[in-house]
């Protein structure tokens, strides 16, 4: 069944893997579009913890698929949900034969159609000895997605917290259930009604209390001018209307400070509790980061003014609340779950918590004591606009109120009362997760009705009005203790028994519960990737590389790592720093004037120790993402350099109109890449033809048999054309120099721009290269293109006066027409076919060639098309017309 890769000097003979032959992004896409969308439903394995730029699991499963299966001996599929049926009864026709076996599937995958594999994708596959590494594992997704064939895995990441997310990823599939819940259950015991005491709010429907679900706080500053507080809202909105009031709003007075309800919050609207008229979305923060005094009218930048009074107070303003009382004795839910101005006893309460933090010394150990770290993105750069420490914001602890820290600080010390490691560190998990919504760095998303995420940018913004979640949860909200637990348990299911969703006919499919589990075979480092000393041991390597400046990753996954360092200092390696690793990141970081250069260069390391670790067969498929062909070139430079040859690319998102049109723009491609041992050389004059040929023939075959945007299509024929080149990096030669990767991708770019705009003369050529043309393949070629029968007819390269002929140059009308041209125009109408077939003609006929070359002039367009017609004839006199010296003279 195999094709053997390439034939590049010193190039060992290889079998081509599907990965390389073809690829289902149709498929693929479909999955992923609601993949995306429902990642808890999907894979809730991802959802234990945040990790940054995390890919989806879709892809990286039907990447393994792909990469994994070469050798049909080694492979075994059993039916989700039926340990022991194999593929002997896979496909069982009446008569109990197999029609189906993965030597067949293997065989069938090419460009035009690569989803005879794809039957396998929802099928629980199981591969031997193959060995996966991931030297840039960050949230773990390759790993899982190959461990889930029974490959043996190995990961690395330099960043503790991302090593700690894999590490608890690979380690749930081998969790007991019922071992997590009872210590959940130990741990509620001992600190959730400590906590929840704090969270509380007297009911406005009786004499009881209720749940609160969120504090609502608004940051409030002297008046530089006439010292009067200034609240800094932008507008009073505090959320839309809910269930009989979904048509309202939920709107701040600014005069009595309650919440009242409002029909439009851009309009004048009156309090129902004093009668006040305001317009609630006119309030006292402007455009530029400055503040509006409502008592002089004083404008002044809000940073300027914290800095001049050295901190900026805070005020509870509102309270979301939920109501158990009030639901279990079967009110609505209008009166159970609302909004409410806070009021004394809130103030109080949490003025007690404030007391018993301030009052529990040994309660600090359990709260990080770290000093923020000056950086890319926590001082203002070129990479975030925001200043941490321009808000008074000095330690990782300023981030959080004082209740916060004492319900975190008590949650912390219940979590290190458990005694399996690992229940601990899944615990552990669903609380420094929950850090993302119980922070005061996060406001209220009053348009949605819930809290907001910190990390839904890649950079800290401290809020004007903070939410304070509650920290334990109650029976309803986003974030808590709880519900991160609920999200870590659904993940140790899922992990000990996974499924898959797959699209039939436009219906999701969900598969029974596969027998294999995540992490039967698990090896991981923490610490930088070129320090890896492996050998010749790896079958593939798949991986996400970092991307440039993207995600400084290091300064944000500070924020998870200085809590995660309280409870793992003692237990490994990597938690006991101030910080996680910087200078080794392979990332352009302004801050640390890591430019772009480096990135290459470190980038050129990385990619030399993973052509070292693989195998002489081994491949390398990666995930990469970046904006322009500056980017493009310098990623195949440094692959290129340390002796890889790319073998296929496909695309994850693109956009073609920017790409040909040499925008700046978005790429998310797969690099499949194979080492090779020594290039060819090549001039850049059949390189280009090379190229150009293979971009054609690329786009032909995928417009015709494939459902692809011209996006995709683009990005496919990149990589083809970039595989032409890698052959041959080093050695391609113009005008007696040796070209770049950068200078050739960006020569990739326009000739991908010129083979997608197929013209008159790139169909007559398909046409020289059509055996027995007829006026059928005229139009069928035509589709699509920017050429039309009737324009070819009139060009006369074609005629039916006598049958279907051909307007070659020996052809007597297709002469005539051309020689009237010349002979009116001058040549300066004559396409370029034209004056190739013209000059061939009078070489045919012994005439004078090179007076007409002199006056048209010869460029990279003309040798070009003689190039290709000296191939699809076989004729070289198209070339030698242009300048060989030996027919000069004629």
Known sequence: MSEQSGSSQGRQERTELPIERGFPIERVNEIAEKEGRAKMYYRPIYTMHKWWARRLGCVFR??????????????????????????????DDADGESDVDVASLLERVDMTDPESLWELYPKDVRVEDKKI???????????????????????????????????????????????????????????????????????????????????????????????????????????????????????????????????????????????????????????????????????????????????????????????????????????????????????????????????????????????????????????????????GLKKWQDMFNSRQLLSLAKLFVAIDGVEDQNLKELLLIAAT??????????????????????TRTNSFNPPLYPAENNVWGTRSGSGTFTAMFDQVQTAVEYAKNPTERHIVDGETIESDPFNTPVGTSVTLHQGDMRTLDYEDEFDAVITDPPYYDNIIYSEVSDYFYVWQKILLEDEYPGFDQDKTPRAESIVTNPYLEKTAEDFESEL??????????????????????????????????????????????????????????????????????????????ASWKSLRRDIYRTARRTRKQLEENRDLSRGDIGVMEMGACFREYSKHHGK??????????????????????????????????????????????????????????????????????????????????????????VNGDGGDHLSNLDKLQFLRYRYEKGQAVQNYVQKWGVDDDLRELAGRLADVTGDDAYARVLGDRDITSY
């Open 62 to 91: 039907a990447i393994s698929l792909y990469t994994l299966l070469d050798d049909p001996e080694k492979v075994s599929v059993f039916e989700p949900g039926h340990e022991g049926s194999t593929l002997a009864d896979y496909g």
């Open 133 to 391: 590494l991931d030297p840039f594992m960050g949230g773990g997704t390759s790993l899982v997605e190959a461990s889930r064939f029974g490959a043996e895995v190995v990961g690395n990441d330099l960043n503790p917290v991302a090593w700690f997310v894999t590490k608890k990823e690979l380690e749930a599939g081998q969790t007991d259930v019922e071992d997590l819940e009872a210590a959940f259950e130990q741990v509620k015991e001992d600190v959730a009604d400590e906590i929840t005491q704090y969270y509380k709010t007297p009911c406005p429907n009786g004499d009881h209390d209720a749940d609160v679900m969120y504090n609502l706080w608004v940051k409030e500053l002297d008046c530089v001018s006439c010292g009067h507080t200034v609240p800094l809202f932008k507008d009073y909105r505090v959320a839309t209307g809910r269930y009989d009031n979904d048509d309202k709003y939920n709107v701040l007075c600014p005069d009595c400070g309650a919440v009242t309800l409002s029909d439009d919050w851009q309009s004048e609207s009156v309090c129902n509790d004093c009668g006040h008229g305001f317009v609630p979305k006119e309030g006292n923060v402007s455009r530029g980061g400055k503040y509006n005094c409502p008592d002089c009218g004083q404008k002044y930048g809000i940073t300027d003014a914290i800095q001049e009074q050295g901190k900026q107070d805070l005020r509870l303003y509102a309270v979301e609340y939920y109501c158990t009382h009030c639901e279990d004795a079967g009110e609505e839910k209008i009166d159970y779950k609302g909004y409410k101005q806070s009021g004394q006893e809130d103030i109080d309460l949490f003025n007690e918590a404030r007391e018993e933090w301030e009052e529990s010394d040994e309660l600090h150990e359990f709260v990080p004591d770290e000093e923020i770290p000056e950086g890319a993105i926590t001082a203002a750069s070129s990479v975030s606009g925001n200043d941490v420490f321009q808000h």
């Open 433 to 454: 997760d929950s850090l993302r919504y119980n922070t005061m760095m996060v406001g209220y998303h009053n348009s949605r009705g819930h809290i907001d995420n910190l």
């Open 604 to 681: 050129g390391q990385a990619f030399a120790v993973i052509k070292r670790a693989l195998k002489d067969d081994g491949s390398l498929t990666f995930t990469y993402h970046h904006s322009d062909s500056e980017s493009w070139g310098e990623l195949l430079e440094s692959l290129c350099n340390v002796g890889f040859e790319v073998t296929a690319t496909y695309p994850i998102t693109a956009d073609i109109n920017k790409f040909i049109g040499g925008e700046a723009v978005s790429f998310d491609i797969i690099v499949v890449a194979r080492p090779i041992d020594e290039t060819e050389p």
């Open 732 to 821: 391609v030669q113009r005008g007696g120099e040796i070209m770049s990767a950068k200078e050739v991708v960006q020569e990739i770019y326009g000739i991908i721009q010129e083979a997608s705009d197929i013209g008159v003369e790139d169909v007559f050529i398909d046409l020289l290269d059509t055996p027995n043309p007829s006026f059928d393949d005229v139009n069928k070629l035509c589709r699509g293109t920017n050429a039309k029968p009737d324009e070819l007819k009139e060009m006369c390269l074609y005629n039916q006066d006598d049958g279907f002929q051909l307007g070659t140059w020996d052809d007597e009308k297709r002469q005539a027409y051309i020689q009237e041209r």
